[in-house]
């Protein structure tokens, strides 16, 4: 009897027994449980609770689900409202820094060759610009001188005209204008315009006229109307000139008006536009 007594007080209860034949928690056990739920709970944090069952972690008996580690005050590390870790953002940054650390080195290693191409690139535009700079000054240049050119002529042309009437018209009033009284003065004023051919004839028919005209008591006053260059180059020119006269002498003593119509022809000779030759056209 007292060995039954001693072995029924050793063994475990009755109700503990047929829970664990029916498979379901024992009170004990229940009961231990709920004292390490109770004990998570005060933790608050996450916190690791040792294990009460031979080292055993709440993981294991959570479901196999992993508490994390508290810091070094006791404290579980905070988390995201997503329950991310902020710790590994902010490591995943840092490795982004570096990398932003390493693309800028790159920036500025390539800033240079940049730099380079962008100088060659305006050195050489520069030296386009030069190079039409240069073109349209000699161009410029060019033209200035063409067109000084052509006003030189322009200019020498019409002086050269201005020239040749101014000597036609005063050869042509020299050889009308004639007075007895002082035919020697009028008779070298047209010898002193001419030249060549006409010159000469003139020069030889001069003592004769002196006295035709002395005799006859002729004066003639010559105005010279109008005078054209019909050609005319560098070195020569013909020139129609009209011109009149009021002719009197012992036979006509009131005057008589006469019209000339003359051709002149003048050459340059020392600067000067000399008469060559005089004929009546009309």
Do not use: C
Not at 71 to 92: K, L, N, R
């Amino acid at each position: 009897m007292t060995d039954m007594a001693v072995e029924s007080t050793a063994s475990p209860s009755g109700a503990e027994s047929a829970a664990g034949v029916a498979g379901a928690e024992s009170p004990s056990a229940a009961k231990s449980r709920a004292d390490r739920a109770s004990a998570v709970t005060a933790a608050g944090d996450g916190s690791t609770v040792p294990a009460a069952d031979g080292g055993k972690s709440d993981a294991a008996a959570d479901g196999g689900k992993t508490v994390p580690a508290a810091d070094g005050d006791g404290t579980a590390p905070e988390t995201d409202g997503d329950g991310t870790d902020p710790s590994a953002g902010a490591t995943a940054t840092a490795r982004e820094a570096g990398g932003g650390r390493g693309g800028h080195v790159v920036r500025a290693l390539r800033a240079p060759a940049r730099l380079g191409a962008r100088v060659a690139s305006a050195a050489r535009h520069g030296r386009a610009v030069a190079a039409v700079l240069a073109v349209a000054t000699v161009a410029t240049t060019a033209l200035s001188l063409w067109l000084g050119v052509q006003v030189y002529e322009q200019r020498a042309d019409e002086q050269r005209r201005q020239d040749i009437l101014a000597a036609a018209r005063r050869s042509a009033l020299n050889f009308t204008s004639l007075d007895y009284r002082h035919y020697a003065r009028d008779s070298a004023n047209v010898l002193k315009g001419a030249t060549g051919d006409f010159k000469k004839q003139f020069a030889a028919q001069t003592a004769e006229l002196t006295k035709l005209v002395a005799a006859n008591k002729s004066v003639s006053e010559g105005q010279v109307l109008e005078a054209g260059i019909a050609r005319s180059d560098e070195r020569s020119a013909r020139v129609l000139v009209v011109a009149d006269s009021k002719v009197t002498n012992s036979a006509a003593p009131e005057g008589q008006a006469r019209t000339y119509r003359l051709q002149l022809d003048l050459v340059l000779e020392g600067g000067r536009w000399l008469t060559s030759n005089v004929e009546f056209v009309g």
